[in-house]
C-alpha cells in the first residue's frame, strides 16, 4: 500500500447536474504496519460485497450506498442509504463514519436525482480555512447514481479499494496455503456446510473479476 499511496480517485456530483467533480485522496499508511485486521472487517468494507456480507453474518455491513453532491466551496450533500438489515442506530452510524455530532441527521423519503425508499441525509459544510476534501469521509463509486461510504477501520485507518482488495487476496492466499484441502473443495464447488463458504466463493469472484484490473490501472498511472 505504500508504493500505491493508499490512493483513491472518486468523484462527487456537483452543479449542474450531472457535473462531475474528481478528487484525489491519499491516505496515511505509516501506522498500518502494527495493525491488525481481520478478514470479516476487510470484507465489511468491500461495497460489491456488501449483499453478501449482510446475509452471511446478518448485520449491517460498514460500508453504505450513498449519494454526495457537491456545491463548489459551499458544502456537500450526503444521503446514507439502508441495505438489508436498513441502517443501525444514529449514535452508531455518527461512531463508524465519524459524522459530527454538530451536524443533523434526517430522514426522508425525497431525493432530486435517484429513488429513495426513504434514507438518511446530512450536510457538511466546507470550512474556509482548511480543505474540505479532507472532511469528507472515505467514498468509492459503484455505479453512475451511487457510491458507497466506506467505515475506517479501528484507530481510524483508511485503505484504498486496491489495498483492501489486496488485503482479500491474501488471505485467500493464506487459506489455499495452509488448508489447501478446503480450497481446493471450493474451488471445485464441493465444499459445503461452514456458513461463510459462499462469502468465500464470492470474493474469490470479485478478486479474479476486478483485481488485475485495478493493477494495471495503477501501473498505467504509474508510468
Not at 491488525?36 to 456480507?53: D, G, K, N, Q, Y
Not at 442506530?89 to 435517484?114: D, G
Not at 496455503?177 to 462469502?199: E, K, S, V
Amino acid at each position: 500500500m505504500e508504493h500505491t499511496g493508499n490512493f483513491d480517485t472518486p468523484w462527487v456530483y456537483t452543479g449542474p447536474y450531472p457535473s462531475k467533480l474528481i478528487l484525489a485522496r491519499s491516505y496515511p499508511t505509516a501506522s498500518l504496519a502494527e495493525v491488525r485486521i481481520t478478514f470479516e472487517e476487510v470484507l465489511s468494507r468491500t461495497p460489491e460485497l456488501r449483499e453478501i456480507f449482510e446475509k452471511t453474518f446478518q448485520k449491517s455491513a460498514s460500508n453504505y450506498r450513498s449519494f454526495m453532491f457537491s456545491i463548489g466551496n459551499a458544502h456537500t450533500d450526503i444521503d446514507i442509504f439502508p441495505g438489508i438489515h436498513g441502517l443501525p442506530e444514529e449514535a452508531i452510524l455518527r461512531k463508524q463514519l465519524a459524522i459530527p455530532t454538530s451536524l443533523e441527521i434526517t430522514h426522508t423519503y425525497n431525493h432530486n436525482f435517484v429513488h429513495t425508499d426513504g434514507h438518511s441525509h446530512y450536510r457538511l459544510p466546507h470550512p474556509t480555512d482548511s480543505s474540505w476534501l479532507e472532511l469528507l469521509p472515505q467514498f468509492e463509486n459503484i455505479s453512475e447514481a451511487h457510491s458507497a461510504l466506506i467505515a475506517p477501520f479501528r484507530d481510524d485507518i483508511h485503505i484504498s479499494k486496491i489495498g483492501r482488495y489486496f488485503l482479500l487476496a491474501f488471505f485467500l492466499g493464506t487459506l489455499s496455503r495452509y488448508h489447501p484441502t478446503h480450497w481446493l473443495g471450493m474451488m471445485q464447488g464441493q465444499q459445503n456446510g461452514d456458513f461463510i463458504m459462499p462469502a468465500i466463493r464470492e470474493v474469490m469472484n470479485i478478486i479474479q473479476a476486478n483485481y488485475c484490473a485495478l493493477i494495471i490501472r495503477e501501473l498505467e498511472g504509474l508510468s
